[in-house]
């Protein structure tokens, strides 16, 4: 099993930037990929990026060119760079991490979600 911290969310103006940051712990071994999802008010659960075991990433059109996520091991937390935070961006942020148990059976963790605000 593998649990999931998030932190690095809050208040930010219009153009500026936050740092987030998901730490795992636990069986951290069967960790494949990792990402954030996003979800504003009254609108569904959106994929916000995402990054293998190999360290490939993918992103929402939305934020491309202006949010970085990255890992640097599998131990070691996971981490979204939002630079140029628009108002869209105000969300709930959560950390996931696909795992695999010993059977072979996958599974997705969450994390408990961190909100992000951009306002003026």
Known sequence: QVQLVESGGGLVQPGGSLRLSCAPSGS????????????????????????????????????????TISRDGAKNPVYLQMNSLKP?????YYCFADVM???GIPSRSWGQGTQVTVSS
């Open 88 to 92: 869209e961006d105000t969300a709930v």
């Open 101 to 103: 148990d010993p059977d």
């Open 28 to 67: 951290i071994f069967s960790i494949n990929a990792m990402g954030w999802y996003r979800q504003a008010p009254a609108k569904q659960r959106e994929l916000v990026a995402s990054i293998t075991r190999g360290s490939q990433s993918r992103y929402t059109d939305a934020v491309k060119g202006r949010f």
